[in-house]
């Protein structure tokens, strides 16, 4: 667990445990609603919950990350969520560095995130990429996606 300060509230990073798998999904639903990340089903987050780390302010998760791993070298960072009233503040950036940081103790050489906005990733070391770069099997969630047939999602990758 790791406690750091964003602006005046303290905030601790830590990794998900089972009992965060409901605030995760109410943190992702609305972004889900609007087509800007993928819909997370409970059953999914409690199969994946320990690629998620969150962010807790108090009691209250305001943010999550996961680090999926695909195979010895490479790694996805997805479903990156910061809770509108913690937005601005740093949080997005210290979840990121918090799975990288998790990639590079993996012992990953690359990872990789597809987003709408790459303006996060790219000051924090992430190039854009061609999608067609990526190996097939970092797609199989594209099928559940809305936007599957208008695709509009940007590939980012960093050497860890």
């Excluded at 905030?11 to 609603?33: G, H, T, W």
């Excluded at 940081?101 to 995130?113: K, M």
């Amino acid at each position: 667990m790791e406690t750091r300060s964003v602006g005046s509230p303290v905030v601790v990073l830590r990794k998900a445990s089972v009992a965060d798998a409901e605030a995760i999904a109410a943190l992702i639903q609305p972004y889900a609603a609007r087509d800007l990340m993928l819909p997370r089903p409970l059953p999914q987050l409690y199969e994946g919950i320990r690629d998620f780390h969150v962010a807790c302010t108090g009691e209250r998760l305001s943010g999550c990350v996961a680090l999926h791993v695909f195979d010895a070298a490479l790694g996805e960072i997805k479903s990156l969520a910061v809770s509108p009233d913690a937005q601005h503040q740093g949080l997005g950036t210290q979840l990121v560095q918090r799975a990288l940081a998790e990639a590079r103790a993996l012992g990953l050489s690359r990872v990789f995130a597809l987003v709408l906005r790459d303006g996060l990733y790219t000051r924090l070391g992430f190039q854009v990429v061609e999608r067609d770069a990526l190996p097939q099997k970092v797609w199989g969630e594209c099928i559940f996606c809305p936007k599957f047939h208008r695709c509009d999602e940007v590939a980012v990758a960093i050497d860890v």
